[in-house]
Structure formats: C-alpha cells, structure tokens
C-alpha cells in the first residue's frame, strides 16, 4: 500500500530510518508479546480490569475475584497514581508501598497477573517485584531516562500515549524501550485532549484510528483504553465494542463494586454486572472478526 499522502503523521519509509526497532520489516511482520502466559498481538485480545487505583486491599480482593470469574486476564490497578487533583481520595503517598504488597498478595492467592504503574525510576525494583507488566503512564510517556530505567528490568511494559502526542512521538518513545533489547512492549491508546473548539463531548477523545494506523507501520501489539478516554461509564462499553471492532490487540477496563464511590475517577468504572455482560458483548464482537477472547 502507499503509505504517503500529505498530512500522514508518519511513513513506514520514515519510521524505517528514524525509529527502525519499532518499524514493520514487511505488511505481515506482527510482534506477538507475552506476558505471565497471556499473549498479545495474537488471535487472542486479553482482558484487563480493575480499579483505577488499589484503594484497600479488601477491595482489591474483591475486584480480583469478581473479574477472574467473569474471564479477565489481567487485574489492573495503581498503587503508584498520577493524580490530576492531589487531594482527592487516597493520596499518593498514601498508598503506594502497601498497595504494592496488596497486589503481592492478591496475586498469590487469586492466582491472576498483574499490570501497575511504575512512575518514579526509584521505584522500579519495587513495582517489579509484582508487577507481571510495568504500565507507564501516559504523562511519563516522554520521560526517556525513565523509559530506558524501566526496559533494562526486561519485563513487559505498557507503554500508555500521552493525550498530546503524536503516532510519531509515541513510536520515537517505544523505539527507546525496545533500543535496551526489551522486545516486551505493548502500546496503550487511552484517548487524547481535543482543542475546546471541538470539545462536545468528553475530557478526552478515544483516537480509535490511531489502531489501524500504528498497526500499519509498526509491529508492537497495541491495545485500548475507553474507561480512561471517554471518562464516563456509559460510553465505556460501546467504546470498547469499537475498539475490538477496529483490531485493538486487549482492552484494558476500570471495574469497581461501588462506581460512584470509586477513590479515584468515579465516573468511568463499570460495575461488576456491567463488566460480565460487557465480556460476553466482547467476545462475540471479536468472533466476529475472526479473533477470540479465551
Ligand atoms: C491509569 O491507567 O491508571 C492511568 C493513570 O492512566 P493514564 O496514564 O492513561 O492517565
Ligand atoms: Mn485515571
């Protein structure tokens, strides 16, 4: 296919001399990654729920079970949180160690793997221990020497798009992880900021083409993100629906038992109930395109 045409915000040409570890060697070259036995990039699209932020370890207990038993792959949740408004909720320096060893723990007895952000190099021995994948925010997504910090531990890493950044910039930020010889890399699309002259809608804007066009020139898996993109529960299942629909390689969901008294982001968590009836509209969105939810 030709892949130039004015306005495009990256060639394969391109990306192929600036950013060539991240670059397609050919149409069919696909990167499946691996991750605690869970494949992404594959025929498979993982799931990955859970709270937005680790707020208790009873309540991580809970989420965890719930979700396992509904087929998600993965339980996510910060202990570690970038949070826009410091005094809401738990504060970050109040959950960061314990929540850490919550999810130690919830692992170990729910049997389910992990993904937590890591946001400080200081912490990244820490947040390994447990983590099965280290997620780095969307507002570290430019931080390079922390990029190269978190690659050289080799484990898998989510590597989440800033809401200001290009394809190309978020392409150039993965080229720096895989540069350490960490092929381990998932990309994250988990909305972007709109100009308020186009704002009609949400606080971001879920960039659904953004999967066919990463998909066209690099190999890494990526996955979305709607419950942090569309910032409100119930845009979150048709948004994830899409995603599916648009080839996305996982999806990643906030779920809590009390939405509305969620620490963190009370708007955009599904509930338990939604979360199981969202994963059955899942699965069947994916058959129909030839792909599968195990
Ligand atoms: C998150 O996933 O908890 C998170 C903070 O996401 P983002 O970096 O995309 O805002
Ligand atoms: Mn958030």
Not at 222 to 250: C, K, Q, Y
């Amino acid at each position: 296919m030709e892949n130039k045409f004015p306005g495009k915000d990256i060639t394969l040409d391109d990306l192929k001399t600036k950013f060539p570890l991240v670059a397609k060697k050919n149409n069919k070259h696909v990167s499946v990654v691996e991750a605690a036995g869970v494949e992404f990039g594959g025929n498979n699209i993982p799931i990955l729920a859970g709270p937005n932020m680790v707020e208790s370890k009873e309540l991580i207990f809970d989420i965890a079970k719930n979700i396992k038993d509904s087929g998600a792959h993965f339980l996510r949740g910060g202990a570690f949180k970038p949070l826009t408004f410091p005094y809401r909720g738990l504060k970050y320096n109040e959950t960061r160690e314990d929540g850490i060893r919550w999810l130690e723990e919830v692992k170990e007895e729910i049997k389910i793997p992990i993904i937590t952000e890591v946001m400080e190099e200081k912490f990244i021995p820490l947040v390994s221990e447990v983590a099965d994948i280290l997620q780095i925010g969307s507002r570290n997504m430019q931080n390079y020497p922390f990029l190269t910090a978190c690659a050289k531990t080799m484990k898998p890493i989510l590597l989440k798009r800033h809401y200001g950044a290009s394809l190309r910039d978020w392409l150039g930020a993965a080229e720096y992880i895989l540069y350490e010889g960490n092929n381990k890399l998932i990309l994250c699309e988990r909305g972007v900021s709109v100009p308020h002259t186009h704002r009609s809608t949400s606080r971001f804007l879920l960039d659904l083409q953004i999967i066919p066009a990463a998909q066209e020139v690099t190999h890494l898996p990526i996955i979305s993100d709607p419950s942090h993109a569309t910032f409100w529960r119930p845009w979150v299942e048709p948004m994830a629906l899409a995603s599916i629909a648009a080839g996305a390689n996982g999806i990643m969901i906030e779920v809590h038992p009390d939405p509305k008294n969620a620490a963190v982001d009370p708007l955009q968590p599904i509930d338990f109930n939604e979360f199981k009836s969202l994963m059955v509209k899942m699965k069947s969105v994916a058959q129909s395109i030839n792909k599968k939810i195990l």
